[in-house]
T-cell receptor, first 117, second 111 residues
């Protein structure tokens, strides 16, 4: 299957700093990428839909000024957690949508564990 | 809007026993259906998917699932599980590219 990478896999930062997480589709082009947040022992919650060349679409309750999303190319989307606080600590997972060849499947990155001290 | 219900939050089974993880969905329109597996501190790995065609779908690691439109179900099965199948399993529906996930089922395979 297709491969999606995330970097970094783990990050620890101080409260008030900003953290950038990268999501890359390695062997296909993705006009659409998604960002999810997962709390321990819970399911994935969609935060936003990232579309290449346009503004991201945020789910209800997600602060767009806090979670900045940029989808500058067909293989890269970034999520920046601005002025991070301990409550932002979570597992962040991205996915990339592959629509080539008549298929329509999301491929997920390995996730980024963010810990805010 | 669509929703997904995974009927069992935890399923303990013994090694080499069969297992079924249940998933029901609701949607007013046609959707695509997926099962994913998640190992601790990792992302989701696609097990199998139903987009159209045969209602019995075979996936990786010996898993299969059957799409039942009348019962709006997409249950995941494996005839003989291994210790290494211990993980969290998520059922998901996708429409217009956006996925909705169930709450997950923890499969624990005991020796």
């Amino acid at each position: 299957g297709a491969v999606v990478s995330q970097h970094p896999s783990r990050v620890i930062c101080k409260s008030g700093t900003s953290v950038k997480i990268e999501c890359r589709s390695l062997d296909f082009q993705a006009t659409t990428m998604f960002w999810y947040r997962q709390f321990p022992k819970q399911s994935l919650m969609l935060m936003a839909t990232s579309n290449e060349g346009s503004k991201a679409t945020y789910e209800q309750g997600v602060e767009k000024d806090k979670f900045l999303i940029n989808h500058a190319s067909l293989t890269l989307s970034t999520l920046t957690v601005t002025s991070a606080h301990p409550e932002d600590s979570s597992f962040y997972i991205c996915s990339a949508r592959d629509k080539a060849g008549g298929t329509d499947t999301q491929y997920f990155g390995p996730g980024t564990r963010l810990t805010v001290l | 809007a669509q929703s997904v219900t995974q009927l069992d939050s935890q399923v303990p089974v013994f090694e080499e026993a069969p297992v079924e993880l249940r998933c029901n969905y609701s949607s007013s329109v046609s959707v695509y259906l997926f099962w994913y597996v998640q190992y601790p501190n990792q992302g989701l790995q696609l097990l199998l998917k139903y987009l159209s065609g045969s209602t019995l779908v075979k996936g990786i690691n010996g898993f299969e699932a059957e799409f039942n439109k009348s019962q709006t179900s997409f249950h995941l099965r494996k005839p003989s599980v291994h210790i290494s199948d211990t993980a969290e399993y998520f059922c998901a529906v996708m429409r217009a590219g956006k996925s909705t996930f169930g709450d997950g089922t923890t499969l624990t395979v005991k020796p």
